[in-house]
């Protein structure tokens, strides 16, 4: 698996879980025709899984507007039309990470079929599936005819500190592995465990053991490959429309890439009056200094905030009423950040009594005694921050514009239910969710690396 196919894996494995549950469930309803396309609610099951993950957010299910959905994948439809019509489905970019997560899946589903064609009174012994698969592979290496050379990868020590010797691995012309599309020499190993050891094994006690796991993987995804291949499994409906899904998701991000992208370049007097139109941006919130006082339970907090209200001043009420507490103001005098005073915005003002609060060992009341009018930062301290923020708005807007020069050049059509529609498969997604969430969790996996001939363990 590539450096960007893994990138890329966990919006995928979303698309791939929403494809079962829309085929069991057919009941995709259309919501909208785009161009061509007609969008249904799997769509929106595949979108709302894809806007979880992006969130990364392990709190409270979200619950988006079904207005906001259906206009989202509305737009990104438009967006993936044009991608298509630019070919970005045959750039590397998009094909070869499409290429290799279907087939990585493909692979997947296989040796799990093999492991659950263990008998049932078995089905749970993590060690039984394991032994399954790496019988069958066996197979797969007898069937193809497949070679390793186990003296010569045991020779090669890539954790070994010495640059004249890793370069001979570089080069090195001897067969490793004959598999059933061609032949592995120690130099193209070498190149493979350059990718997948990124950082390198010079000096790691595990070099052994890593050069021959990714060995191991190499030549089982080859072989597998080759005899999915073979059986016409990438051309079968769940993986066709896998493969179709996951295209489409990476034409998006690449046409959003391709088509906002700008020169960016303001000058001295764009930033500057960016920088004034936005100036609350760059403005620290104002700073209040409190007047308080400390009494001993809620109710004397409670008559005590009645007297503040009332315009009695703090000093007086301090010298002269009985419940509160000698001792220095309980709360300092310096000047505070409201947030940290629970004081809401609208309220920043001198004279503005909060509801009394709780302190160790009483209740404090206080008054908002002055205010600090914040300054704004100067330009030159925060100019980076201006920069990154015109360039968002810019960016908006370039999106703006683009989505509105697709939708006149492109006839859209929203079903009258479209929202009920969408709106319903919200509900069902935020159930399924909580269920999920509830659920045990999964035993080990069903599948192991498969071992090499000769690396059987």
Not at 118 to 127: C, I, L, M, S, T
Not at 188 to 198: H, L
Not at 377 to 385: D, F, I, Q, T
Request: hydrophobic share 40%; net charge negative.
């Amino acid at each position: 698996m590539t450096r960007t196919l893994a990138r890329l894996v966990v919006a995928g494995l979303v698309l791939v879980a929403a494809l079962p549950a829309a085929a069991a469930a057919n009941d995709a309803r259309p919501i909208a025709i785009v161009g061509e396309d007609t969008l249904t609610t799997t769509d929106v099951r595949i979108e709302l899984g894809l806007m979880k993950q992006r969130r990364q957010d392990d709190g409270p299910t979200m619950r988006p507007e079904a207005a906001q959905v259906l206009r989202r994948l509305v737009q990104n439809r438009l967006v993936i039309q044009e991608g298509y019509r630019m070919g970005l489905q045959d750039e590397f970019v998009v094909a070869n990470p499409v290429k290799e997560f279907v087939m990585t899946r493909a692979m997947a589903a296989y040796l799990d079929s093999v492991a659950l064609s263990v008998p049932a009174d078995q089905a749970h012994d993590y060690e039984v599936r394991r032994l399954a698969v790496a019988d069958h592979m066996r197979d797969l290496y007898a069937m193809y005819h497949v070679q390793v050379d186990s003296s010569v990868l045991a020779s090669l020590d890539y954790g070994r500190d010495d640059d004249a010797y890793q370069q001979q691995l570089r080069e090195d012309p001897r067969v490793l592995a004959v598999v059933p599309k061609g032949t592995l020499t120690v130099a193209g190993f070498s190149r493979i465990m350059r990718f997948k050891e990124y950082h390198g094994l010079v000096g790691k006690p595990d070099a052994a053991e890593r050069r021959d796991e990714v060995f191991r993987n190499w030549v089982a995804e080859a072989t597998l490959a080759h005899h999915l291949q073979l059986q016409g499994t990438l051309e079968r409906p769940p993986f066709t429309l896998m493969q179709e899904r996951f295209e489409r998701d990476l034409v998006l991000q690449e046409a959003l890439r391709v088509l906002l992208e700008f020169d960016f370049a303001p000058s001295d007097d764009e930033v500057q009056a960016f920088y004034e139109e936005n100036i609350a941006e760059y403005t620290p919130p104002a700073m209040v200094r409190m007047a308080s006082l400390k009494v001993a339970n809620a109710e004397q907090a409670e008559r005590l905030r009645e007297k503040v209200l009332g315009g009695t001043p703090i000093d007086w009420l301090r010298k002269n009423d009985d419940t509160v507490i000698d001792g220095p103001p309980p709360f300092p005098t310096d000047f505070y950040a409201p947030e940290k005073l629970n004081i809401a915005p609208e309220n920043v003002e001198a004279g503005y009594v909060p509801n009394a609060y709780q302190v160790p060992s009483g209740w404090v009341v206080a008054r908002v005694e002055e205010v600090q009018a914040p300054t704004p930062r100067p330009l030159a301290s925060c100019r980076n921050e201006v920069l990154s923020h015109l360039k968002a708005a810019r960016t908006r807007d370039l999106m703006i514009t683009i989505i509105d020069r697709l939708e006149e050049a492109t006839p859209v059509t929203v079903m009258p239910d479209a929202e009920a529609s969408v709106a319903a498969v919200i509900e069902e997604f935020i159930a399924d969710q909580r269920d999920d969430d509830s659920a045990p969790a999964d035993g080990a996996p069903a599948t192991a690396t498969p071992a090499s001939p000769g690396q059987e363990g």
